[in-house]
């Protein structure tokens, strides 16, 4: 579109009109056939549509450009993406492949951090495909843990994280065990070799900025609300995930993960058991809304992490969700919700044991004890 036909639009409305309509849109995606018609389950996905606009606006409009990178949070307590980790700090920055960048700042005492480049985007075909990943195993830093990373298509001598032509993402994943006891890394960006301040907002940017706003929007919610649909016929199991897959959508290659959908009603459990925890850095076990909105976990114990899980004698963990606390170690709550979503994750293991599920009466889950 050239810049007259941008400017017109600009100055007629229609770029506006045409974000609103675009938006409005997707609102379909939350009254598909196969999802749950109840009230809550329809508030929570008008509500998740206002937090992906948000993400979105910060990720495509506010820090969008490439040559003045900067960190943000693009999933946290209410903003929530993909079966967003509650253990995790997720931290963003757009990029350029043909730029270069330096990252400093501190490595913290958090139990995993990683840093990984990225191509496409769920604005465009869905995926995300790292380009270079490096995580703190390999990272190099004095001994106040202070570090340089250098981010470029070029190998660089010291830490390096690569990037090609087509990178458009930088990810960071900080991962606690105990958020009380564990200090957070501390990192910024800048690109190297330029001392230029940004100009003034450019009319044809703005205008294709808002047009990859409401394509994040549209395609994150289809993209999720696709993957939800694929759980129900595995509902109340947790069998393993489609790692290729998930790895392809921005997963990280150090995690092996499992997904499904659970559903119980108020005098039920799902019990899951895993016979022998394999051994890895981390691992956790989260509860979802069906949208793939962790839970919140401000207020409700959802979320169960290798720290805070009590093992049996063998290393094996059963892990309890239900709506009634049975008074048991492991409790995962449901939030009040009758249905959802869930997912396991190792980080570094070597081997996988995958758990088994059974749904069973809170009073015969008590007799059994």
Not at 91 to 110: A, C, D, Q
Request: proline share 5%; charged share 20%.
């Amino acid at each position: 579109m050239d810049t007259q036909t941008i400017n017109e639009q600009l100055l007629s409305g229609e770029t506006w009109s045409q974000f609103c309509d675009h938006l409005k849109r997707c609102g379909q995606q939350i009254l598909r056939p196969e999802t749950p018609a109840d009230p809550a389950t329809r508030a929570e996905g008008y509500r998740y549509l206002t937090r992906l606009l948000r993400i979105a606006l910060e990720m495509h409009v506010e820090f969008a450009d490439p040559a003045f990178p900067s960190f943000f949070k693009t999933s946290h307590e209410t903003a929530k993406i993909g079966a967003d980790n509650p253990d995790n700090i997720y931290e963003y920055s757009r990029l350029n492949g043909s730029m270069k960048y330096r990252i400093h700042g501190n490595r913290g005492t958090v139990s995993y951090l990683s840093f990984c480049t990225q191509k496409g985007g769920y604005e465009t075909d869905g995926r995300m495909v790292v380009t270079g990943f490096i995580d703190a195993t390999q990272l190099k830093t004095d001994e106040n843990g202070d570090f340089e990373l250098i981010v470029s298509r070029d190998p660089q001598p010291g830490n390096w994280l690569p990037m090609e032509d087509a990178s458009v993402s930088l990810l960071v994943r900080q991962t606690f065990m105990d958020r009380k006891s564990e200090v957070p890394a501390k990192l910024a960006i800048e690109r190297i070799g330029t001392t230029d301040t940004p100009g003034p907002l450019d009319p044809l940017v703005l205008a294709q900025s808002l047009q990859r706003v409401t394509s994040f929007v549209e395609n994150t919610a289809k993209l999720f609300a696709d993957w939800a649909q694929s759980y129900l016929p595995h509902s109340n199991q947790l069998p393993p995930a489609d790692q290729a897959y998930c790895q392809s959508v921005g997963g990280d290659p150090n995690i092996f993960y499992y997904h499904s959908h659970w559903e119980l009603r108020e005098d039920q459990a799902l019990v899951i058991h895993i016979d022998k925890v394999p051994e890895c850095s981390f691992w956790n076990l989260q509860i979802n809304n069906y949208w793939l909105e962790s839970l919140d976990y401000r207020y409700h114990q959802i979320c169960i992490n290798k720290h805070q899980a009590q093992y049996d004698e063998s290393g094996g963990v059963t892990l309890v969700l239900s709506e009634k606390d049975p008074g048991l170690a492991n409790w995962l709550q449901t939030a009040g919700l009758r249905q959802g979503t869930m997912c396991l994750r190792w980080v570094g293991a070597k081997e996988q044991c995958h758990p088994t599920t059974k749904v069973i009466s809170i009073d015969q889950l008590l007799e059994t004890v």
